[in-house]
């Protein structure tokens, strides 16, 4: 995150107060404030058939781990149409959002800093996957072969899809 020396509207050198409840940095001359806010990430816990779409991250961070479609909600759309974008772009397939499974705080010490994410179950339609040009690759993966972090995040989620509860 980038970390400004001086102020971004008028050039005046930043000082450190407390302001809201916190120390943060701001302008003596023209009331700026480096308010620090997460970033808007969005998650597509994307399945067919009891099966869940993995990609293989392409980028930092976390690159060549496999994982759920994400990507940031950018200025203008909704967290659900972010969430569509993300699963076109990094796997090739359009899905339809089924629920929030919910919003949580994660810190990426590798590049982006605070994220608040918003998870989402989506069911895909019968496209095959095609990796985007930020990812490696792309599949539907079964219950068993989930890797094991992924059954400590989706533990409840998993449960109800084996179930048959969502679908």
Do not use: H
């Not at 020396?5 to 701001?26: D, H, M, N, S, W």
């Amino acid at each position: 995150m980038k970390e400004y020396r001086y102020c971004p509207i008028c050039t005046t050198p930043l000082q450190e107060g407390f302001i809201a409840g916190r120390v943060r940095k701001y302008c003596p001359k023209c009331d700026f404030v480096d308010y620090k806010n997460p970033l808007p990430v969005a998650v597509a816990v994307a399945v067919k058939d009891k099966r869940f779409l993995l990609i293989k991250r392409g980028l930092a961070p976390s690159k060549g781990t496999w994982g759920s479609v994400s990507g940031f909600i950018e200025i203008g759309e909704t967290p659900e149409e972010a969430c569509l974008r993300e699963l076109k772009e990094e796997a090739g397939v359009s899905g339809e959002v089924v629920k929030l499974i919910g919003v949580i705080s994660r810190e990426d010490k590798e590049v982006y800093g605070d994220m608040l994410v918003v998870r989402y179950l989506v069911k895909v339609g019968d496209e095959k996957p095609t990796p985007g040009d930020e990812v490696e690759d792309a599949k539907f993966v079964d219950i068993a072969d989930l890797p094991g972090y992924y059954f400590d995040i989706y533990k409840d989620l998993i449960e109800e899809i084996q179930n048959g509860k969502e679908f």
